[in-house]
């Protein structure tokens, strides 16, 4: 049994990488409409984050290190900086740091058995779920990247991991906020970039419709709700996704309206 997202996590580091790779070393350090992260920043970030899932497949002795290193700097709350500091490469060397890591991930992660559990900040969770995890990152990031530079992304059905991601974290959604956690998740009706239809739960009276690529940038806070062409009906589902969250870490504030949008 292949680790197929493996190769899903590839094709999103790929698609990031054709966007960034005729940059200038200054066009790195633009500020993006994500609180203020440059280029160098996102790629700082992917490529840290990258790292740490690939050092708990490796060592997880060393990792476990790195975990309580972790704790304490988001507790001090210097995050951003330790992850600046713990990389030195910025611009074109940064940029092919983390797309050679990033393919010599997924070809060996590709033969991990999709149920091996690995540790991490907080549960441990099975390599499938870390690679989603990985995609998802990349995906999200990348929107602030393409947002900036003023370019389209290209779609593809590989979306659908994330979408289930943000399904999975229904419950996740709600407790981080300190919210009680409703008995039935809203039904969901998506289409697919190819064209295909995707439905998830059953008929209720809370239901969420539209494409698939609107609802991961909801959950993935890289689009605010009224941005997206979403059809929310029912109280269930409006909270959702008016405080969706697939990420781990403390409650985070989805952008407001009009706030991130592609530059033209």
């Known amino acids: 049994m292949n680790l197929t997202v493996a190769d899903d996590f590839l094709a999103e580091s790929e698609v990031l990488h054709a966007c960034v790779k005729d940059l200038r070393d200054a066009d790195f350090e633009r ?59 910025r611009g074109h060397a940064l940029r092919d740091i983390w797309i050679d890591r990033a ?24 390599a499938r779920s870390s690679m989603t995890a990985r995609q998802m990152e990349g995906w999200a990031h990348g929107f602030e990247v393409f947002d900036l530079l003023g370019k389209k992304r290209e779609e593809s059905d590989r979306i659908r991991n994330i979408v289930v991601l943000g399904i999975n974290t229904f419950g996740w959604s709600h407790t981080v906020q300190g919210l009680p956690v409703p008995d039935t998740i809203p039904a969901l009706v998506l289409t697919a970039p190819s ?23 909801v959950v993935t806070q890289t689009r605010a709700l009224a941005d997206t062409g979403l059809a929310v009906d029912g109280a269930v589902a409006r909270r959702w996704m008016q405080h969706a969250q697939c990420f781990a870490g403390p409650p985070e504030t989805p952008p407001s309206k009009g706030s991130r949008l592609r530059f033209s």
């Open 31 to 89: 500020a993006t409409q994500f609180k203020g992260w440059t280029i160098n920043d996102v790629l700082v970030h992917l490529h840290f984050w990258n790292g740490a899932a690939d050092l708990a497949a490796r060592d997880e002795a060393d990792f476990r290190r790195l975990a309580a290193e972790v704790s304490d700097v988001v507790r001090e709350g210097r995050l951003r900086p330790f992850e600046n500091a713990a990389i030195a490469e």
């Open 103 to 126: 393919r010599d991930m997924a070809a060996r992660w590709r033969d991990f058995d999709p149920k091996r559990r690995l540790p991490w900040i907080g549960p441990s969770m099975s």
């Open 195 to 217: 064209g295909a239809v995707w439905e998830f739960g059953d008929r209720a009276a809370n239901e969420i419709r539209g494409e698939a690529v609107d609802f991961a940038a």
